[in-house]
């Protein structure tokens, strides 16, 4: 019975660090851009990418379905009457948000509610910390200093625990000023696109490569003074990479990942101490 116990335990949790981000309705169709390379002698392998990507990938890939960029801009200090809470579960994202990922919106039009600067979604955990039993729907929020109040525009159920993002506020990111940026050498935003149906996510990764000559290499050559020839004959090297959401707990370990992630080879561990309990047990 011990052993019975133990291995199922065991089996439940790996049942749950291998759901993670399933639970949206394309999960099979969604992928993270990443960014690789070698530049003034420092790697970069990272999760976060340039700003104008997202808009790029909508207008120049017809494989893209639609595109999404979030933000972590670090703990926000939210004020309502006379509650200040200094949050650390508050992101920024693209009106696009809802389109890309399959969390559910209680109230609000998915399409709408991060299309206003100024708009905050919420979920139900949030809204009863900031207003208790009152609806939050077009309730006004200070956030830090800035004399314009934030608007609630939606509310959500909580996020999944089995999802590689969590938060609960989430802001409209066309707020912030450097979401509208055109550097493509400075990276600061997690981008995810939806991919069509039938698209072979190799090839895709390869005919994206062509942003690098279109965008990154002239502004290479403005700001370090070298064409991208150069820049690469010099043992630098720039470049971007595809990943499946539903890999991306278990089988990332990148730069600026955007919470820390588990582990695949702790899940192979755990699986085969189950099973010796379980020979442990049957040959008791």
């Known amino acids: 019975a011990i052993g019975l116990s133990a291995s199922i335990y065991i089996i439940l949790f790996v049942q749950f660090e291998l759901s993670f981000d399933k639970f949206h309705s394309r999960a099979d169709q969604i992928y993270r851009i990443g960014v690789r390379g070698m530049m003034m002698n420092n790697e970069i392998n990272q999760a976060i990418t340039a700003a104008p990507m997202a808009e790029a990938l909508r207008n120049e890939f017809p494989e893209v379905v639609t595109a999404c960029r979030i933000q972590d801009a670090g703990d926000w200090l939210i004020k309502y009457e006379e509650k200040k809470i200094n949050e650390q579960n508050m992101l920024f994202a693209d009106s696009t948000f809802f389109q890309v990922f399959s969390f559910r919106l209680l109230k609000g039009d998915p399409n709408k509610v ?41 509310l959500m159920e909580d996020v999944p625990e089995n999802s590689h993002f969590k938060f609960e506020l989430l802001g409209s990111l066309v707020t912030l000023r450097g979401s509208r940026n055109t550097f493509w050498i400075s990276h600061n935003f997690y981008t995810y696109v939806v991919l ?28 370090l003074g070298v064409n991208l020839e150069q820049f690469s004959s010099s043992g630098n090297y720039f470049g971007y990479f595809i990943q499946p959401i539903t890999d991306i707990h278990l089988k990332s370990d990148l730069q600026y990942e955007i919470e820390a992630n588990g582990n695949i080879v702790y899940v192979f561990i755990f699986i085969s101490i189950a099973l010796f309990i379980l020979i442990i047990a049957c040959i008791n």
């Open 196 to 223: 069509k149906n039938g698209t072979d996510p190799i090839e895709f990764e390869n005919k994206i490569q062509s942003m690098v000559t279109k965008y990154v290499g002239p502004q290479i050559e403005q700001y």
């Open 114 to 154: 991060l299309q206003e600067p100024k708009s905050i979604v919420i979920t139900e955990t949030a809204a009863k910390k900031y207003f208790g039993n009152d609806d939050p729907i077009g309730k006004l929020v200070k956030v830090e200093t800035d004399t314009t109040l934030y608007k609630v525009t939606g």
